[in-house]
């Protein structure tokens, strides 16, 4: 293989345009997660995020200082800070679900969001940082011309589609899968992973359990047989996105996962924000028909 035929792969891998319509079709069902979060945060805003909730100001304000990037680090420690940035994110992720203004919304809605993930902490998971990821790539993307108020206003009236460089889907993407074969790299260093119990363990921790796992499913052949399905799936996810032919089987595979950790486990939105993150790799075909069904 030439040096030539490697360049040409990259550049088309990166740079080929293709649709806009699963980047548009990922800002809505993305922004829409982020709402969600968004409103659990208002409704619990002065215990989580408040001057004297979990990490009072003061020792975030020192343990956070030129550490992390965060809008609360500019603003008094007061609760009307806490509203006015809840206020701010609500409303860019407000626009970045209408496709306003997208250029502004989605540097809008990454600081917003990075800043209130910085500052509860204490209550982060997976999803959160997923969150962060995607809303920084997400800035870089041909997001809002599709599906949104800024093609209606500003858009080609006479395009069917519009095609752009795919490269910060492309890093999405690859974030995606980075994920997947990460998490399953690391089950694999614990013993209950390799030895098909870990399923048990995780759907009977009461402090994580959501719903009761059904019991039956609970014995020993089920329990393995989960175990090792699910790192059979998390090292099948990487290679099978990919792949125009394993593509939606390992996708709806995922999603099936997924839902079983949102009624199982109590990980807040994780399932919720990896199955938006799925959606990177619908064909725009796949994308318009979803669309003319709404």
Same mark, same amino acid.
């Given at each position: ?18 649709? @806009? ?7 809505? @069902? ?37 550490? @992390? ?10 609760? #009307? ?11 860019? @992720? ?7 203004? #997208? ?16 500052? %509860? ?9 997923? /969150? ?8 870089? #993307? ?14 080609? #009236? ?6 752009? /460089? ?23 260093? %614990? ?10 363990? /995780? ?50 595979? /995922? ?40």
């Amino acid at each position: 293989m030439s040096i030539d035929t490697l360049i040409n792969a990259w550049n088309t891998f990166f740079f080929q345009p293709v649709s @806009v319509y699963p980047i548009a079709l990922f800002r809505i @069902v993305f922004g829409s997660v982020l709402m969600l979060d968004a409103l659990y945060l208002c409704a619990n805003a002065r215990l989580y995020l408040g001057p004297n909730g979990y990490t009072e100001y003061p020792r975030h304000f020192r343990q956070m200082r030129g550490q @992390v990037l965060s809008l609360f680090l500019y603003f008094p420690g007061t609760m #009307t800070s806490v509203q006015i940035i809840l206020g701010l994110h609500l409303a860019a @992720v407000s626009m970045l679900i209408l496709g306003l203004l #997208t250029p502004v919304s989605t540097v809008l809605a990454y600081l917003t969001t990075r800043s209130l993930v910085n500052r %509860g902490q204490q209550m982060t998971n997976g999803g959160d940082s997923v /969150a962060k990821i995607m809303a920084f790539l997400l800035i870089f #993307t041909p997001c809002g011309q599709a599906l949104s108020v800024d093609a209606l206003l500003f858009g080609p #009236t006479d395009a069917d589609d519009v095609m752009r /460089a795919p490269w910060a889907q492309r890093l999405m993407q690859i974030q995606l899968c980075v994920i997947y074969f990460n998490t399953m790299y690391w089950k694999l260093k %614990g013993a209950t992973w390799r030895n098909g119990t870990a399923v048990y363990y /995780a759907c009977t921790n009461k402090m994580y359990r959501l719903f009761t796992f059904p019991s039956f499913l609970l014995r020993a052949p089920f329990v393995q047989i989960l175990t090792w399905g699910v790192l059979a799936l998390e090292l099948a996810l990487a290679p099978g996105l990919w792949i125009d032919e394993t593509r939606y089987w390992v996708m709806g595979a /995922a999603v099936l996962m997924h839902l079983a950790f949102m009624l199982f486990l109590n990980i807040h939105l994780f399932s919720f924000y990896m199955i938006a993150s799925l959606m990177l790799f619908l064909d725009p075909s796949a994308v318009k028909w979803l669309v003319s069904l709404g």
